[in-house]
């Protein structure tokens, strides 16, 4: 049975402990991914002409908050961990239970730490992973324009539109602007009589009320030579609107405007599902903390006081990546629309969940 909380003060110091421990380890992945990730760029992107270092450290510095958004489930999971172990090997979880505080009590601030982690990540980290994965995909993709003759990328998706002319295919290697601006595009028109009559190579291509607006623009046609302008426009019927929500990443628009961005989406009657997954999971990431939170109590508290061996430690990181993978992998299929968004979004939560609360009821309470 739980009994009445006996203060605030044992409760802000646990989650003080736990706010502590997970700020530092928080500044060390973030170093340590900051590290790896310059490391990794500047292998790929240091032969290209325009490749500076301070260049090279900017755009590392703008990308890692999106990488620590995909880290904070293993930084929550770790956090309690170790806050829990910590507790317990200077035995203030033991003083904590003489007293009558039962494990309930002690794990509630831990959670609520979690949770307010979880938020912070929603409201704060979120935003600013927007706009940095959005600055360093320009940043590089202008240091890559016209500087290879590489294939485009295929994670880039490609469009057709109609015109009177006959049909335009375009591709670019990457989406920028919410899908308004692309870089190195390649436009095919083919005409009425489904021939191809010419190919157009850009450094970028700006939508524009109307028309593409083409810069830099190489023109092939069958049978002569490759043709160099300086500006070029491609008649369209396309929405800036609708491309954005053809071709925008949903990791690039922030929290706060997703709701208008699937409202707009719906509007065209496109179902928008990655950026409706997109926007469940992040409703449901502070909930996703406090079921890590709960998994590493199942084995941080049995850990020190049946003193079990390292293996309990690994079993919980395992349990908590086997939980992040089928979040992943549940995401996935949201973003495809093969399950509701909502469903995959929340299931791998609530059933973490009742598993963490069912182990530590049959532990604690019997």
Not at 101 to 118: D, E, K, N, R
Request: hydrophobic share 50%; aromatic share 12%; proline share 5%.
């Amino acid at each position: 049975m739980i009994v009445p909380y006996p203060g605030w003060t044992l409760g802000r110091y646990f989650l003080r402990r736990y706010a502590v421990i997970t700020a530092w380890f928080f500044t060390g992945i973030f170093a340590l991914a900051f590290l790896i990730d310059f490391t990794e760029f500047s292998s790929r992107t240091s032969n290209l002409p325009k490749y500076t270092m301070a260049g090279a450290l900017f755009i590392s510095a703008m990308r890692i908050p999106f990488l620590m958004q995909q880290i904070v489930p293993f930084i929550a999971l770790f956090s309690g961990m170790a806050t829990l172990i910590s507790l317990n090997r200077r035995h203030e979880l033991v003083v904590a239970r003489a007293s009558g505080v039962s494990a309930w009590q002690f794990l509630a601030p831990i959670c609520l730490g979690a949770f307010a982690f979880g938020a912070l990540a929603v409201t704060v980290l979120n935003p600013l992973s927007a706009r940095g994965f959005e600055e360093a995909n320009a940043i590089e993709a202008d240091w890559r324009a016209r500087a290879s003759n590489t294939s485009i990328a295929t994670s880039v998706p490609w469009l057709r539109q109609k015109t009177e002319d006959g049909e335009t295919i375009i591709g670019a290697k990457a989406v920028l602007r919410d899908g308004t601006v692309l870089a190195s595009p390649v436009f095919i028109h083919i005409g009425r009589d489904g021939a191809i009559e010419r190919r157009q190579d850009a450094e970028r291509a700006i939508l524009k009320d109307g028309f593409w607006q083409l810069v830099n623009v190489r023109e092939t046609r069958l049978g002569a030579q490759p043709e160099q302008v300086q500006q070029a426009r491609v008649a369209t019927n396309l929405r800036p609107e609708l491309v954005s929500q053809r071709l925008a990443e949903p990791d690039s628009v922030p929290f706060f405007a997703l709701p208008a961005k699937i409202e707009v989406a719906q509007a065209f009657g496109y179902p928008a599902y990655p950026l409706r997954m997109q926007f469940q999971s992040l409703i449901a990431l502070p909930a996703l903390l406090v079921a890590m939170t709960l998994i590493a109590a199942t084995v941080s508290l049995r850990f020190v006081r049946f003193g079990q061996s390292g293996a309990m430690i690994v079993g919980g990181i395992a349990a908590g990546f086997l939980l992040y993978v089928a979040s992943v992998l549940v995401k996935a299929f949201g973003s495809s629309g093969f399950v509701p968004p909502v469903i995959a979004a929340w299931s791998p939560v609530v059933i973490a969940a009742f598993i963490g609360i069912s182990f530590l009821l049959h532990r604690e309470d019997g």
